[in-house]
C-alpha cells in the first residue's frame, strides 16, 4: 500500500477565499495526490460556522464550502494540533459533525478522550493499518476530556505508548502510524524530546514516525530500520515570507506486512497565496529497508 502524509493545510484566509471564487490551491500538486493510494494530513484550523475566538496571537476558522476540495484530494486528517480549538468547543464539535457528514474521517480529535485516542484504521490490499494523531504545542486546554470534545495530546508519554500497544493488541492493527504535532516553530533542527520520544514510540511498536508542527522541514531519520521524519512543514498556508517557511516535504511511503518497505519525501515551494507547487529538482531525503540512515534522493 502507498500512503502519502502532507503537512500543515490551512484552508481559512487567502486559500479559503480562493476555493470560495471556484478555484483549486490543490491543483498543482494534483497528479501526485491522485497517484497514492491513501492521502493523509494535518488540518491546521477548524471547519466551522460558529463559536468564538479564543485570546490567541491567530485563529483560524474555514467555511465548510472547504470540505469538498479537502475529500477530493485526502482521505483522512489529523486534527491533533494548536488550531483545532482556536473557535472553543461548540466549534470543534461542529466540524467533527461535519466531516462525518462529508464522510471524510479524522483521528487525534474526537468527540471525548477515548474518541480522540481512537486510532483511524485503513484496510487496503490486504494491509490494516492505524494511524494515531498527537500535539504537544500549547495550548493544552484544547484537550479533550472525559465527556469533552477536543485532541489528543501528547506529552504524556504512557498514553501514547499505551495507545500504540493497544492499536496491535486491541484494534488487530499490522502497521502503526503516529503523526505528531510537536517542536519549535521555525526550529530547522528537532528537540533532543523530539529524538528521544519518536524513538521510545519505535521501540513500542511504531512502524514510522510522521511530524508537522514547526512550519519548517526538520529532517529525518532512520532508527533500527524504521524512519522517523519530524516535521513536513508547510504545505497549504498562506502568511509566510522565509523561504525555510515556504519549503515543505511530502512524504509517500510503501508499505507491507513487515512495515516500511521503502519512503521518500519530495519537495514543494508555496507562492504568495500559500498554494504549494512542487520542486522536481530539488534533493530530498528517502531510504529503503535496511537503509542504516536516510539517503538524499534527487528530482522524481
Known amino acids: 500500500m502507498r500512503i502519502a502524509f502532507v503537512g500543515d493545510i490551512m484552508v481559512a484566509e487567502t486559500p ?17 495526490l491522485r497517484a497514492q493510494d491513501v492521502r493523509v494530513g494535518n488540518l491546521e484550523c477548524v471547519v466551522a460556522t460558529g463559536g468564538t475566538a479564543e485570546a490567541k496571537p491567530y485563529t483560524f476558522r474555514a467555511h465548510p464550502r472547504t470540505l469538498p476540495v ?19 468547543e461548540a466549534a470543534f464539535a461542529e466540524q467533527l459533525a461535519l466531516m462525518r ?27 490494516r493499518i492505524a494511524l494515531l494523531g498527537y500535539v504537544e504545542f500549547k495550548p493544552r486546554s484544547f484537550e479533550a476530556g472525559v465527556s469533552r470534545p477536543g485532541v489528543a495530546w501528547g506529552s504524556e508519554d504512557e498514553q501514547v505508548i499505551e495507545d500504540i500497544v493497544a492499536a496491535r493488541e ?35 511498536g511504531a512502524d514510522m ?38 519549503t515543505g516535504w511530502t512524504l509517500e511511503a510503501t508499505l507491507d506486512r513487515n512495515g516500511v518497505a521503502s519512503w521518500r519525501t519530495r519537495v ?33
Request: hydrophobic residues 35%.
Open 16 to 32: 479559503g477565499e480562493r476555493i470560495e471564487r471556484g478555484e483549486d490551491p490543490f491543483a498543482p500538486l494534483a497528479p501526485w
Open 268 to 300: 514543494v515551494r508555496l507562492d504568495a497565496d500559500g498554494t504549494p507547487h512542487p520542486d522536481v529538482d530539488a534533493e530530498s531525503p528517502c531510504g529503503e529497508r535496511g537503509d542504516a540512515q536516510a539517503k538524499v534522493c534527487h528530482g522524481r
Open 170 to 204: 486491541r484494534y488487530d492493527a499490522d502497521l502503526v502510524i503516529p503523526f505528531m504535532h510537536w517542536g519549535w516553530e521555525e526550529e530547522g533542527e528537532p528537540s533532543e524530546r523530539q529524538k528521544r520520544f519518536a524513538r521510545e514510540m519505535l521501540d513500542a
Open 209 to 246: 514516525v510522521v511530524g508537522a508542527h514547526p512550519h519548517v522541514t526538520q529532517g529525518a531519520e532512520i532508527y533500527k530500520g524504521k524512519p522517523i521524519v519530524y516535521s513536513l512543514g508547510n504545505f497549504l498556508f498562506n502568511g509566510f515570507e522565509t523561504e525555510a517557511t515556504r
Open 101 to 127: 457528514a462529508a464522510g471524510l474521517p479524522y483521528f487525534g480529535g474526537g468527540d471525548d478522550l477515548e474518541a480522540a485516542h481512537r486510532p483511524w484504521l485503513i484496510e487496503r490490499n490486504g494491509l
Open 70 to 88: 479537502l475529500a477530493r484530494y485526502f482521505d483522512g486528517f489529523s486534527l491533533a494540533n494548536n488550531h483545532s480549538g482556536d473557535f472553543g
